[in-house]
């Protein structure tokens, strides 16, 4: 069974950067499609940006595109997400998750994922 632990987040004054990663243990790392997500106090969870098995596809939400961006080292079995140009709003929780399916009317569905790690917190002060 995959398990996933996140990292680098914390507090970031608007317009800055952070670079969260996702590692992986367990086997089979480099099958799995990885999504990360981020779910702000008293809203619902929302997709991010997901990248395929291969590293060879991705999708972002609207509100990220041109700003964040997902890659994968499977040798690592760490996905990354830089995020650039920081703003208030990205304030939330982040969390990474894999499945093994990947399609681009859902990848930013909670439940086209099974595996979840615990989040880290991300904070944009302005």
């Known amino acids: 069974q995959l398990q996933l632990v996140e990292s680098g987040g914390g507090l970031v004054q608007s317009g800055g950067s952070l670079r969260l990663s996702c590692a992986a243990s367990?086997?089979?790392?480099?099958?799995?499609?990885i999504g990360w997500f981020r779910q702000a106090p008293g809203k619902e969870r929302e997709g991010v940006a997901c990248?395929?098995?291969?590293?060879?596809?991705?999708n972002y939400a609207d509100f990220v595109k041109g700003r964040f961006i997902i890659s994968r080292d499977n040798a690592e079995k760490t996905v990354y997400l830089q995020m650039n140009n920081l703003k208030p709003e990205d304030t939330a929780v982040y969390y990474c998750?894999?499945?093994?399916?990947?399609?681009?009317?859902?990848?930013?569905?909670?439940?086209?994922?099974?595996?979840w790690g615990q989040g880290t917190q991300v904070t944009v002060s302005s």
């Open positions: 998750a894999a499945d093994f399916s990947f399609s681009d009317e859902s990848w930013d569905r909670t439940s086209s994922y099974a595996i």
């Open positions: 990248i395929s098995s291969s590293g060879g596809n991705t």
């Open positions: 367990g086997a089979s790392f480099n099958y799995y499609v």
